[in-house]
């Protein structure tokens, strides 16, 4: 399109390449594309990846002891000074002017890393602007702040009183440029080309702006509490467009023919017959619901969710067993090799009492094994397979696949449950998941799902006793550690890392393991488990773990998810300020899986309040779910679903968690207007399907609507 075109009175097309917007041509065009903006509706679409308030800022002099203020100035020295009294203290001192006066910002840090230090302190140019929050201390002329949080400070002269959005950038493009092409394409009306779904009716009903008017608000702010109503109404019309496809989807789904499941004979009856315990209450309700899906006609979408330890396994186990004794196959699939070899060995030792054959694929299944399970799931002798990834390889053929589990969900995206689905013909749809996530966010995370919780632990468990200590009383831990081997338990300890690394002084696996086996741990049996080890070893250390041939696990993350070892009964976590809560809360869940009494050590020197709360958290409280907003709370969403591994076509407002009270009642309204008009032909209706379609037809797969 030339630019002649575009001018005069050419309805303005958002889809248009950037390059046409004035000030940005070729050459900067192609920097943009790797920000992702490749036409005029991206570039509107580029958020702020955050503001700053030059309307709130205060001049050094007016400062007062006590309050809390943010200044903008230019940093003038930066001084690292190592206390000749105490060699663990160093301060690092950043001075910095605005003309009225000079602030004094200080950071102490005891530690022998100097190293660190030196980078932290190097973080801060000198002749550069940056913006300080913190609480002042003023003493006479000299003004402070104690560990203020600092931004590099992005506005120029004409910021003075303003609020100004920060960019994302890239090389080449300067927040300068960003801001004057999003100007220029807000002044030459593009934004009233932008289609809205979001009919008048609805933008009355909830207060929210129009489009346009969100989308200036988000790029020449006005004030927060409207700027924040801009995104919520993006995030509205986000949800909105998502509900509607889900609720469409749904009704399809519905009416759609999937497997009629026979009823529970004597196959699935010994199978729980052979059960060496009493399901539990909850995880009797959740066999009822699955029972009921496979048995209808309908074909069955259901998500699990039931914390570490809850017993969803077994829960698992009894929907494959109910497709077998259909006629079908199932299949497991886990998004990692030590989880897929766990959920093997359980599901085998269910199974194969039972005359059935269960095999397994993952990347390190030898070829000669793998081809052979390639063949018994063509022919249908294997009923059962679990695996990893390897179980959506080409290869793969199902005589008759009737039902998909996948574990752990979130790890995998939405294409790969799909991938395994189709190998079978509606195939029925488990998932099972031990992140706590509310049910209207698992629904949008996972699409068209029903929701099954299994809320209670097998009886007996004892909430594990979970302790924070400073690494000055490691010796203790480890003692205690020892008299829990002597009377028959075992015991994990986590490192951050697998080897040393010089900058950071952090406790590591291979060292970690050297020096306990000469120290604390002397004359115990240790095993070293780390993700870079081949996985034959994993599995045969793991093996010994659970045999009870070894006494002690020194351990990365890779025990996070599956490791189900019930004897063990300590876990010492070293440098646990390096974890976050629902990490932290997934190793835990390794021990407390008996009725023995587990304990549980977090070692940390941790300073920070953030991380002083998470730990205390973990002291307080076993509870997923309270833990899993604690993490919300503290962490802020963005961390815990990265945002494209949930598996989410990708929305424009990023962190979804935000804007959860608006996903809500954006549902209600999706749900309504996909049962009023599912052909969505109502005149209110149709931006709403060209949106639809245009943006999310292949994640939908609308296809079928019509
Ligand atoms: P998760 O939900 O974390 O996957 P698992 O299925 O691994 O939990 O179960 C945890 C442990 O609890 C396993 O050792 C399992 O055998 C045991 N278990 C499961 N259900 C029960 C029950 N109803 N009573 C006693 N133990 C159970
Ligand atoms: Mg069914």
């Known amino acids: 399109m030339r630019r002649r075109e575009l001018s005069g009175r050419m309805k303005l097309s958002p889809e248009s390449s950037v390059q046409y917007i004035k000030g940005v041509g070729p050459a900067r065009a192609r920097l943009l594309a790797k920000v992702g903006v490749h036409t005029v509706e991206d570039l509107l679409f580029l958020f702020p990846r955050r503001y700053e308030d030059y309307s709130a800022t205060k001049n050094i002099a007016d400062l007062d002891d006590g309050e809390s203020a943010t200044v903008v100035a230019t940093v003038v020295s930066v ?11 160093s301060v690092v001192l950043v001075r910095a002017s605005d003309l009225t006066g000079i602030l004094e910002a200080k950071w102490f840090y005891t530690s022998r890393d100097k190293q660190w230090i030196e980078r932290f302190a190097s973080r801060f140019v000198e002749g550069s602007k940056y913006m300080f929050s913190g609480t002042i201390k003023r003493e006479g002329q000299r003004v402070s702040m104690l560990r203020p949080t600092y931004e590099e ?20 493009l300067t927040q300068q440029h960003l801001r004057r092409f999003i100007d220029n394409a807000i002044e030459a009306g593009y934004l009233d080309g932008l289609p809205d779904p979001i009919g008048q009716e609805l933008l009355d009903k909830y207060s929210l702006p129009t489009k346009a008017e969100a989308l200036r608000e988000i790029h020449q702010p006005s004030d927060p509490t409207r700027i924040k109503r801009a995104f919520r109404r993006i995030a509205f019309e986000e949800f909105l467009l998502l509900q509607v496809g889900i609720a469409l989807k749904r ?22 017959e052979s059960l060496p315990f009493n399901l539990t209450a909850a995880q009797k309700r959740v066999i009822d619901e699955i029972r009921a899906d496979m048995e209808s006609t309908r074909p069955m979408n259901r998500l699990i969710q039931g914390d570490v330890g809850s017993g969803k396994t077994v829960v698992a186990a009894y929907a494959l067993i109910k497709a077998i004794q259909s006629g ?23 199974f194969t009492p039972l005359g059935l054959v ?53 790890r995998f995206g939405v294409e790969q449950r799909a991938f395994l689905q189709q190998k079978g013909e509606r195939a029925d749809v488990l998932v099972m998941t031990a992140t706590p996530i509310p049910r209207t966010l698992a629904m949008t995370l996972y699409g068209d799902l029903d929701v099954s919780v299994i809320d209670e632990l097998p009886p007996g468990r004892k909430p594990v006793i979970t302790r924070w200590i400073r690494a000055s009383s490691r010796r203790r831990a480890y003692e205690f550690l020892r008299k829990e081997v002597a009377r028959g338990g075992q015991a994990y300890v986590i490192c951050p890392l697998v080897e040393d690394s010089e900058l950071m ?38 093996a010994a773990f659970a045999s009870g041939d070894l006494d002690v696990l020194v351990s990365t993350t890779v025990v996070e998810v599956g490791v189900d070892v019930p004897n063990a009964s300590v876990m010492i976590i070293e440098n646990a300020e390096r974890f976050g809560l629902s990490q932290l809360h ?15 050590i977090l070692v940390s020197n941790a300073s920070s309040s953030e991380t002083k709360a998470r730990l205390e958290v973990m002291t307080r409280t076993n509870d997923g779910f309270e833990i899993a907003e604690e993490d919300l709370r503290l962490r802020g969403p963005g961390e815990i679903f990265g945002t494209r591994q949930h598996g989410l076509p990708d929305t424009r407002i990023g ?42 037809a292949d994640w939908l797969d609308l296809s079928t609507v019509g």
């Open 358 to 410: 269960v095999r397994e694929l993952r990347g390190g299944t030898p070829k000669s094994e793998r081809e052979e399970t390639y063949e018994g799931l063509r022919t249908g002798e294997v009923s059962v397979v679990v695996g990893t990834h390897a179980l959506i390889q080409e290869r793969v053929e199902f005589g008759r696949l009737g039902l998909v589990i996948t574990d752990e969900q979130h």
């Open 655 to 696: 962190n979804i968690l935000r804007f959860m009270g608006v996903m809500k009642v954006a549902r209600e309204e999706a749900f309504l207007i996909a049962e009023r008009d599912p052909q969505l032909i109502h005149d209110d209706h149709k931006v709403l399907r060209m949106e639809l379609n245009r943006r999310f």
């Open 586 to 600: 997934q190793l835990r869940g390794r021990v407390g899986r008996s009725s023995r009494q587990s304990y549980c």
């Open 251 to 272: 009704r399809v789904r519905i009416e759609a023919q999937g497997i009629a499941h026979a009823q529970d004979g004597p196959l699935v009856r010994s199978f729980l």
């Open 505 to 542: 002084d952090l406790r590591s696996v291979v060292s970690e393991a050297e020096q306990l086996e000469k120290t604390y741990l002397a004359g115990l049996r240790i095993g070293t488990l780390h993700g870079r080890m081949p996985s034959s070893r994993k599995e045969e250390i793991i």
């Open 79 to 89: 001084q690292v000074v190592h206390s000749r009294s105490n060699r663990l203290l």
């Open 328 to 350: 079908y196959q199932g299949a497991l699939m886990a998004p990692t090799e030590v989880l897929a070899n766990q959920h093997f060995n359980t599901l085998k030792s269910f």
């Open 153 to 172: 400070a992005e506005g120029d002269a004409d910021s003075s009183g303003k609020i100004i959005p920060v960019y994302p950038l890239t090389e080449g």
